[in-house]
């Protein structure tokens, strides 16, 4: 018993860490490959959801579809795509021709990732932003569509 709760406890103070990196409301400003700027200042007053992923990752290729599905049938739900991977502009480009997605994506410099989000740890994150700008929900793993409106729903 004593061993769980040590345990427990250790797992605990390895993730608070991680956790307290994001900013409550975070700041994104970056340039997306079709040469405009995601603002996620701009997008207070809507539901934003910040997708890490990589080409490479089987769970993010997935969830693209659903992500992309949420944002077209939801009017107050943007996105942004941030691919989290040390890969030329063009693969990324020639990636997203046989993946279409209908929001923004970025491509981020691994050794420069965006200062008011957590690293990630693993691929798919994804960060759910409210309207005010604070941080709703992260998520790490694949997101659906499904676990989406759950969070909308709670209105964090």
Request: glycine share 6%.
């Amino acid at each position: 018993m004593k061993f769980r709760l040590f345990a427990l406890c250790a797992l605990a103070a390895l993730v608070a860490p991680v956790m307290a990196e994001t900013a409550r409301k975070p700041t994104l400003k970056i340039a997306t490959l079709d040469g405009k700027t995601f603002d996620l200042a701009a997008k207070r007053g809507h539901w934003v959801i910040v997708n890490y992923w990589a080409t490479w990752c089987v769970p993010c290729i997935k969830e693209m579809p659903d992500i992309s599905d949420f944002v077209a049938s939801h009017k107050n739900v943007t996105a942004i795509g941030l691919a989290y991977e040390d890969t030329d502009k063009k693969d990324i480009v020639a990636f997203l021709d046989q993946h279409k997605v209908v929001y923004p994506i970025a491509q981020l410099d691994i050794g420069n990732p965006p200062k008011d989000f957590d690293e990630p740890r693993g691929l798919p994150t994804t960060y759910l932003i409210a309207p005010d700008g604070h941080v709703a929900q992260r998520f790490v793993g694949p997101v659906t569509s499904q676990k989406l409106a759950e969070a909308i729903a709670k209105g964090k």
